[in-house]
């Protein structure tokens, strides 16, 4: 009942900006707000600066331009030129440029051919940039058209591209072989939507014993693995398996949220992996961040004992 009405509440909130956005103290608005510490900002400009940031810091990043489940081809048509536009200005500041991309954003949900068509024009854009695309992965309803359009544009010729897999579906283990001999390249995650019992794991130790088993065969037999996670136990796995079998820190890469466990991402860092920030920026940051907490309650209460974690050194679980 109590998730309910909290997951009603944030759902409710997502849809009054004005009112919200006085209960993250000014949205994105003041320098000191909560928000900017884990959005990258509203414009490229902003964007820019805080990528800078985060390679002075010896961080990679990823962008994503927030929005998804656009309404009109020419929402989505305006998704990708800002896409473009941000490819071009961040090459043009010196820095690599890796893209995620919500095929929802760019019209999968209104017409495949036209999400093709544009998937096509923000690889090419990346591809001129020395860049790479990654497609974030969304809910299961639209989960067989993303790694549909995935097997199209990579049986097209694109190398530039690589896909996101959640562990908690029971099916993931037969998709990860899938984009494997494909010779694709898979993020990793855990997974953040409510998805039924049916098709998802639902225990946080069913869906720990799923990414620790899915972790060992992308590191196995996978192409430059990413491992993305904010948990120290499946981190701790993953450095324990890579150093069994020789998988060099060089070899594959953490990725974890922008602002989220600063403290290991340093520690990480410092002991010679690669670490990959997730940055996401632009003027949807709102609904953004209220849907994510809306998904699942476990997601507020990862985000409060992620906070309160990383400044008292206790793991967050």
């Known amino acids: 009942m109590l998730n309910a009405l909290s997951r009603s509440l944030f759902l409710a909130l997502a849809r009054r900006p004005v009112l ?3 209960l993250v103290r000014g949205g994105m608005r003041r320098p000191d707000s909560f928000v900017r510490r884990f959005v990258g900002g509203e414009t ?3 964007l820019v600066s805080t990528l800078r940031e985060i390679d002075g810091q010896g961080f990679t990043h990823t962008f994503n331009h927030l929005g998804e489940h656009v309404q009109s ?3 989505a048509r305006a998704a990708v030129r800002d896409y473009v536009d941000v490819i071009d200005a961040v090459a043009a500041a010196g820095m690599e440029c890796k893209v995620s991309v919500k095929l929802s954003q760019i019209g999968l949900e209104l017409d495949r051919g036209l999400c093709l068509e544009h998937l096509r024009q923000i690889l090419v854009a990346a591809d001129r940039r020395n860049g790479f695309v990654r497609v974030d992965m969304e809910g299961s309803r639209v ?4 790694l549909d359009v995935f097997d199209t544009v990579w049986g097209e010729g694109h190398r530039n591209v690589g896909v996101v897999l959640q562990a908690y579906l029971r099916r993931t283990e037969a998709d990860l ?3 494997i001999e494909r010779g694709g390249r898979v993020r990793l995650c855990k997974g953040a939507y409510n998805e039924p019992s049916t098709i998802a794991f639902r225990s946080r130790e069913d869906v720990d014993a799923a990414f620790i088993r899915l972790m060992r065969l992308l590191l196995s037999e996978g192409t430059r693995p990413a491992i993305a996670t904010h948990d120290p136990h499946m981190i701790d796995a993953t450095r324990t398996f890579a ?3 020789g998988v060099a820190p060089r ?3 953490f990725q974890m949220l922008y602002g989220v466990r600063r403290d290991l991402q340093e520690a990480l860092r410092d002991e010679g992996y690669t670490v990959r920030i997730y940055v996401p920026f632009g003027p949807e940051w709102y609904p953004y961040f209220m849907r994510r907490l809306a998904e699942r309650p476990e997601n507020v209460r990862f985000l409060v004992r992620s906070l309160i974690d990383e400044y008292v050194g206790r793991p967050a679980r």
């Open 20 to 22: 919200a956005s006085l």
């Open 44 to 46: 490229i400009a902003e």
């Open 73 to 75: 081809a020419e929402a």
């Open 143 to 146: 989960l067989d058209d993303t």
């Open 177 to 179: 072989r899938r984009v």
């Open 243 to 245: 150093h069994e079998r």
């Open 251 to 253: 070899d594959f890469e």
